[in-house]
C-alpha cells in the first residue's frame, strides 16, 4: 500500500518510531550512494524520520539499482537507475515518500475537486489527507502530465503555474510526514484544516490582536495559487475566517487551515534581524517559495493592532500584513514564528 492509511493495522509502510534501517543492495553503484545520501538529508532535516544503516533488523528497506528505470519503490525496497533527467536526488526524495507510506499526491480521495484530465487512475479512498489542502508541488505530485508542461491534466483552482515537487519536499509534504510519524518537539506544532478542528481537542496558536481587541490566531489559506498566512479570527457566534494578503488586497476566506499545537512545541515570537532558524515555513508561493509567519504592530486612529501576515523567503525583512482590507508592509518590529 502507498497511502497514509493509519487506520490499517497491517499498513507496514508506516515505520515504528519512524526509523528506517536500510542496507545497500551488491548491485547498488558507489557513483549513486551520494545521491541516496542527499535524499534522506532531506527528511532528516525538515521531519523526525530517520534512515539508519541496518544492524541485524528483520525488517529494512533495500536500496538497489536498475539501469532500465528512473526510480521505482515497491514494499521494502527502492531502485535507481541513470535515465534521470531531473537528477537522482529528487527521484529518491519521491521514491522514499513512497516507502514511507505517501501515495501520489493526485490519488488523494478528493482529487477530483482540483485535477482531472485522462490518464488519471482512481481516486484512492483509504488515503489519509490529515485535513491539510491539495498540494500541487508535492514532492508526490506528478509533473509532466500538467497542462503546463504539455500533458492532460487540468488543475481547477485559478492561479496554479506549475505541477510537481521541484528538487524537495513541498511545506506541505513535510506538514504531513511530522503529522503521520507523530513527531514531537519542534515539529509538534501541527496545521488543521478548519472543517476537522475541535477545540476540545486541539489547541490554536494565539498571534496577535485586532484593534478592538479580537484575538487573532495563525491561519493559513489558499489564494489564486498561492498558500498564504493570515490572521484567524474565532467568534463567539458563527463560522471562523481567516484574513489573509495578496496583491494588495485583503481576502477572507472561510475554508483555510488553523495552526494549533496540543503537543507543547515550545512556539515563540523571535524578534531578529533576519529569519531565525527555527522560523515556521507556513505557505508557499506558486513558484515554490516558502512564506514564513510574521506579526509587527500597526496603527490606526490611535489604535494598535498586532496582527499576522506573511514573509516571502527571498526577502525576509519584507512583512505583508492583511490590515483594513488591503494588504500592508509592516513598518515596525518583526516577530517570526519560530521554534527553539
Same mark, same amino acid.
Given at each position: 500500500?502507498?497511502?497514509?492509511?493509519?487506520?490499517?493495522?497491517?499498513?507496514?509502510?508506516?515505520?515504528?518510531?519512524?526509523?528506517?534501517?536500510?542496507?545497500?543492495?551488491?548491485?547498488?553503484?558507489?557513483?549513486?550512494?551520494?545521491?541516496?545520501?542527499?535524499?534522506?538529508?532531506?527528511?532528516?532535516?525538515?521531519?523526525?524520520?530517520?534512515?539508519?544503516?541496518?544492524?541485524?533488523?528483520?525488517?529494512?528497506?533495500?536500496?538497489?539499482?536498475?539501469?532500465?528505470?528512473?526510480?521505482?519503490?515497491?514494499?521494502?525496497?527502492?531502485?535507481?537507475?541513470?535515465?534521470?533527467?531531473?537528477?537522482?536526488?529528487?527521484?529518491?526524495?519521491?521514491?522514499?515518500?513512497?516507502?514511507?507510506?505517501?501515495?501520489?499526491?493526485?490519488?488523494?480521495?478528493?482529487?477530483?475537486?482540483?485535477?482531472?484530465?485522462?490518464?488519471?487512475?482512481?481516486?484512492?479512498?483509504?488515503?489519509?489527507?490529515?485535513?491539510?489542502?491539495?498540494?500541487?508541488?508535492?514532492?508526490?505530485?506528478?509533473?509532466?502530465?500538467?497542462? /503546463? +508542461?504539455? %500533458?492532460?491534466?487540468?488543475? !481547477?483552482?485559478?492561479?496554479?503555474?506549475?505541477?510537481?515537487? @521541484? $528538487?524537495?519536499?513541498?511545506?506541505?509534504?513535510?506538514?504531513?510526514?511530522?503529522?503521520?510519524?507523530?513527531?514531537?518537539?519542534?515539529?509538534?506544532?501541527?496545521?488543521?484544516?478548519?472543517?476537522?478542528?475541535?477545540?476540545?481537542?486541539?489547541?490554536?496558536?494565539?498571534?496577535?490582536?485586532?484593534?478592538?481587541?479580537?484575538?487573532?490566531?495563525?491561519?493559513?489559506?489558499?489564494?489564486?495559487?498561492?498558500?498564504?498566512?493570515?490572521?484567524?479570527?474565532?467568534?463567539?457566534?458563527?463560522?471562523?475566517?481567516?484574513?489573509?494578503?495578496?496583491?494588495?488586497?485583503?481576502?477572507?476566506?472561510?475554508?483555510?487551515?488553523?495552526?494549533?499545537?496540543?503537543?507543547?512545541?515550545?512556539?515563540?515570537?523571535?524578534?531578529?534581524?533576519?529569519?531565525?532558524?527555527?522560523?515556521?515555513?507556513?505557505?508557499?508561493?506558486?513558484?515554490?517559495?516558502? /512564506? +514564513?509567519? %510574521?506579526?509587527?504592530?500597526? !496603527?490606526?486612529?490611535?489604535?494598535?493592532?498586532?496582527?499576522? @501576515? $506573511?514573509?516571502?523567503?527571498?526577502?525576509?525583512?519584507?512583512?505583508?500584513?492583511?490590515?483594513?482590507?488591503?494588504?500592508?508592509?509592516?513598518?515596525?518590529?518583526?516577530?517570526?514564528?519560530?521554534?527553539?
Amino acid at each position: 500500500k502507498r497511502n497514509f492509511d493509519t487506520n490499517d493495522k497491517n499498513w507496514i509502510n508506516k515505520w515504528k518510531g519512524g526509523v528506517v534501517p536500510y542496507q545497500y543492495d551488491s548491485s547498488f553503484p558507489d557513483v549513486h550512494k551520494a545521491d541516496f545520501q542527499c535524499a534522506i538529508n532531506e527528511y532528516h532535516t525538515k521531519t523526525c524520520i530517520r534512515f539508519v544503516p541496518r544492524t541485524g533488523q528483520s525488517t529494512f528497506l533495500t536500496v538497489g539499482y536498475n539501469k532500465d528505470v528512473c526510480g521505482v519503490a515497491y514494499g521494502t525496497r527502492v531502485d535507481i537507475g541513470d535515465s534521470c533527467a531531473g537528477g537522482a536526488c529528487p527521484v529518491l526524495i519521491h521514491e522514499l515518500g513512497h516507502i514511507l507510506g505517501y501515495a501520489h499526491e493526485q490519488d488523494r480521495p478528493d482529487r477530483d475537486q482540483y485535477i482531472g484530465g485522462p490518464g488519471l487512475g482512481p481516486p484512492l479512498s483509504t488515503f489519509e489527507t490529515f485535513c491539510i489542502m491539495y498540494d500541487y508541488l508535492s514532492i508526490e505530485h506528478y509533473e509532466g502530465e500538467c497542462k /503546463y +508542461y504539455g %500533458g492532460p491534466w487540468v488543475p !481547477k483552482l485559478s492561479g496554479v503555474t506549475k505541477c510537481g515537487g @521541484g $528538487k524537495s519536499l513541498s511545506v506541505l509534504d513535510v506538514n504531513k510526514f511530522n503529522t503521520c510519524y507523530d513527531c514531537k518537539g519542534c515539529l509538534g506544532y501541527r496545521w488543521m484544516g478548519i472543517k476537522c478542528f475541535d477545540p476540545s481537542k486541539h489547541v490554536k496558536v494565539e498571534g496577535g490582536y485586532d484593534l478592538d481587541g479580537t484575538k487573532f490566531y495563525v491561519c493559513r489559506g489558499w489564494h489564486h495559487g498561492d498558500i498564504i498566512p493570515g490572521k484567524g479570527v474565532f467568534p463567539s457566534s458563527g463560522s471562523p475566517y481567516c484574513y489573509v494578503g495578496h496583491f494588495n488586497q485583503e481576502f477572507t476566506l472561510f475554508d483555510f487551515e488553523v495552526l494549533t499545537n496540543s503537543n507543547g512545541a515550545n512556539l515563540q515570537w523571535a524578534v531578529t534581524p533576519n529569519v531565525p532558524a527555527g522560523a515556521l515555513g507556513g505557505g508557499r508561493v506558486t513558484d515554490r517559495t516558502t /512564506y +514564513y509567519i %510574521g506579526r509587527c504592530f500597526i !496603527k490606526y486612529n490611535d489604535k494598535w493592532s498586532l496582527a499576522i @501576515g $506573511k514573509i516571502y523567503a527571498n526577502d525576509s525583512r519584507n512583512l505583508r500584513i492583511p490590515f483594513g482590507g488591503r494588504e500592508v508592509d509592516c513598518v515596525t518590529e518583526i516577530g517570526y514564528l519560530s521554534c527553539n
